[in-house]
């Protein structure tokens, strides 16, 4: 079965700070993407990738880096986290028709 | 552009009453649609997909059907269940590959 790992799967976050979300696949897949959910909102596309070494922009991508080194990892950067990227992210890829969605890394930025 | 539009934020229904949450969609060309779900504190799985075929997609007791000439593709049961309480997403995925999700539908089951 596809698989989408996350780490880490939670974190905590001072207003100013860098961090990074890590996603890894094991499905051979060349689509992958970064979603950010917040409580009683949708998913909403920060950026994606078909390719390693090369990323796209989604819909929402102010404040936020990603990295494709590989076709396996996708990393999403924070360089200087704020307050209101506090959410929950999911990454995935797409093989085929099917999206696969990894557990999601809770981030709170204090 | 490429959208996904569901109407409803939130469903609240009793146990055994048919459940229709409305999906419409506009897409250039002849786009995949798809129907994920997301228990609480869980990610989003696929439900079902849209087929070419005119084969009605099922899965866990839910069909839709895609309707080009309305461009559209609504989730129906004809029973609900407590345990189909979640949040349900639309979402297509164009030439692009690109995906694109609605806003999501709360379903609440009630006893």
């Known amino acids: 079965e596809a698989a989408v790992t996350q780490s880490p799967r939670s974190k905590v976050a001072v207003t100013g700070g860098k961090v990074t979300l890590s996603c890894h696949q094991t499905?051979?897949?060349?689509?992958m993407y970064w979603y950010r959910q917040d409580t009683g909102h949708g998913l909403r596309l920060i950026h994606y990738?078909?390719?390693?070494?090369?990323?796209e922009k989604g819909d929402i991508p102010d404040g936020y880096k990603a990295s494709r080194p590989s076709q396996e990892n996708f990393s999403l950067i924070l360089e200087l986290a704020s307050l209101s990227q506090t959410a929950v992210y999911f990454c995935?890829?797409?093989?085929?028709?099917?999206?696969?969605f990894g557990p999601g890394t809770r981030l709170t930025v204090l | 552009g490429d959208s996904v539009t569901q109407t409803e934020g939130l469903v609240t229904l009793t146990e055994g009453l048919p459940v229709m949450l409305n999906c419409t969609y506009q897409?250039?060309?002849?786009?995949?649609l798809f129907w994920y779900v997301q228990h609480l504190n869980e990610a989003p799985k696929l439900l079902l997909k849209?087929?070419?075929?005119?084969k009605r997609p099922e899965h866990q007791g839910f069909h839709a059907t895609l309707h080009k000439s309305s461009s559209s593709f609504h989730l129906q049961k004809s029973s609900a269940q407590l345990s189909d309480s979640a949040l349900y997403y639309c979402?297509?995925?164009?030439?692009?590959?690109?995906?694109?999700f609605g806003d999501g539908t709360q379903l609440v089951v009630k006893p």
């Open positions: 995935a890829s797409t093989g085929g028709a099917e999206q696969f």
């Open positions: 499905n051979n897949h060349d689509y």
């Open positions: 990738s078909y390719v390693a070494d090369s990323t």
């Open positions: 897409s250039t060309y002849s786009p995949f």
């Open positions: 849209s087929f070419t075929d005119n």
């Open positions: 979402a297509l995925r164009n030439s692009n590959n690109r995906i694109f």
